[in-house]
């Protein structure tokens, strides 16, 4: 009952005055990381590519109204010839929705725009299996939500009960309630 008594002036100040909740680039990034799975595997025919998503770095506000994420991940080619080791780094940027049905922030309008291979040797022999790869990755990071409002905790349950809309500024996400 005390817990409620608290929490009263802070939903009276979230549902009156307050038009708008941020969520920083740092708690987006930690979500991606322990959330969103990590392990793929392509098989083009001639190879088999298998990768772990080692880290996932978000880029608030870069551009307007988008996204930045850096995929890093570790690929191990299986080839008949021989196998390959290599370490790829793919960029993408995406404009942010929220969906109100689950409270989850998710990506649309997702676009590839940079896929780096080291060392650097292996980038033109292994580079159209990459692009695969990161295509890949991008339809996974387009499916998943990248935060989402917890509804156990009751401020987080107002504040997406509340949120209309969202925007992107340098550093953060602001969920808007009007």
């Given at each position: 009952?005390?817990?409620?008594?608290?929490?009263?002036?802070?939903?009276?100040?979230?549902?009156?005055?307050?038009?708008?909740?941020?969520?920083?680039?740092?708690?987006?990034?930690?979500?991606?990381?322990?959330k969103v799975?990590?392990?793929?595997?392509?098989?083009?025919?001639?190879?088999?590519?298998?990768?772990?998503?080692?880290?996932?770095?978000?880029?608030?506000?870069?551009?307007?109204?988008?996204?930045?994420?850096?995929?890093?991940?570790?690929?191990?080619?299986?080839?008949?010839?021989?196998?390959?080791?290599?370490?790829?780094?793919?960029k993408f940027?995406?404009?942010?929705?929220?969906?109100?049905?689950?409270?989850?922030?998710?990506?649309?309008?997702?676009?590839?725009?940079?896929?780096?291979?080291?060392?650097?040797?292996?980038?033109?022999?292994?580079?159209?299996?990459?692009?695969?790869?990161?295509?890949?990755?991008?339809?996974?990071?387009?499916?998943?939500?990248?935060?989402?409002?917890?509804?156990?905790?009751?401020?987080?349950?107002?504040?997406?009960?509340?949120?209309?809309?969202?925007?992107?500024?340098?550093?953060?996400?602001?969920?808007?309630?009007?």
């Amino acid at each position: 009952m005390i817990k409620r008594l608290l929490l009263l002036p802070l939903l009276l100040w979230l549902g009156g005055c307050a038009s708008q909740y941020s969520i920083s680039e740092q708690q987006v990034q930690q979500y991606l990381n322990d959330k969103v799975v990590k392990q793929f595997t392509l098989d083009s025919g001639r190879m088999l590519v298998e990768s772990g998503v080692q880290s996932l770095e978000v880029s608030l506000g870069e551009q307007p109204e988008r996204i930045s994420v850096k995929a890093t991940a570790a690929l191990k080619i299986k080839s008949p010839v021989f196998p390959l080791s290599a370490t790829m780094v793919a960029k993408f940027s995406a404009k942010p929705r929220y969906e109100p049905s689950n409270h989850g922030l998710y990506l649309d309008d997702m676009q590839l725009e940079d896929v780096q291979l080291t060392p650097e040797k292996l980038q033109t022999l292994i580079n159209p299996v990459a692009r695969d790869f990161a295509n890949q990755a991008k339809g996974l990071l387009q499916l998943q939500p990248i935060y989402v409002l917890d509804d156990s905790k009751a401020t987080e349950a107002k504040i997406a009960s509340m949120t209309k809309s969202i925007k992107v500024e340098p550093g953060q996400l602001i969920l808007m309630f009007k």
